[in-house]
């Protein structure tokens, strides 16, 4: 399968959202857009992974996603993604950013 090689370097992976695509299925935590819903910006963070993001990974080979139903499910290049995701910089949560306020 042929692909954008950009879309295969571990730094395409380096957007949060996506690492949270990918985590997630390797972590069993994610089968379908519903689950990726963090607390706040949900409907502005849906449209990120809907019209950027999710797409990125599948064109890349990374996940299979069905739109209509929103399910997510590991792709045919995603042990390639996944094989980064421990090299990645997690993102820092608002909890840590409070915590290191006080």
Known sequence: MDHDISATEPSSLAFSHQRRVVAG???DAVETVSDLRPRGRAEEIEVALRETHLPALEEAG??????ETGEIMPGPNFSEAADHVADLPSPVLESETEASDD
């Open 25 to 27: 299925l390797a972590d």
């Open 62 to 67: 990374y996940i299979e996603w069905d739109r």
